[in-house]
Nanobody, 123 residues
Framework: VQLQASGGGLVQAGGSLRLSCAAS????????MGWFRQAPGKEREFVAA????????YYADSVKGRFTISRDNAKNTVYLQMNSLKPEDTAVYYC?????????????????WGQGTLVTVSS
């Protein structure tokens, strides 16, 4: 599976962005998908994840209620809708794909990673 993230950019605080992650491969629908982010000088952290069916989602407390993860298996794409953005959301955002995994909040369970897309939120 190859992943290509896009949709990052510069936005003012309070604004919105939608990230997309396009996957290659016919087995996309069998993978859980996640978004992580890494701010300058910080470790990469979990943001959101969705199970293969799209019916179960997980969020970091810091983004709950503001971000929404979704997927379209017909288009081999996962999305991250980000609303009410804050300067502390500034980071490089990575999408990732995981096979069978119990906890999708753990970076180590992911098998494939995209290249990252930069989100900058100005105050």
């Amino acid at each position: 599976v190859q992943l290509q993230a896009s949709g990052g950019g510069l936005v003012q605080a309070g604004g919105s962005l939608r990230l997309s992650c396009a996957a290659s491969g016919r087995t996309f629908g069998s993978y859980a998908m996640g978004w992580f982010r890494q701010a300058p000088g910080k470790e990469r952290e979990f943001v959101a994840a969705v199970r293969w069916s799209g019916g179960t989602t997980y969020y970091a407390d810091s983004v709950k209620g503001r971000f929404t993860i979704s997927r379209d298996n017909a288009k081999n794409t996962v999305y991250l809708q980000m609303n009410s953005l804050k300067p502390e959301d500034t980071a490089v955002y990575y999408c990732a794909a995981a096979g069978a995994a119990f906890s999708l909040r753990v970076e180590g369970v992911y098998d494939y990673w995209g290249q990252g897309t930069l989100v900058t939120v100005s105050s």
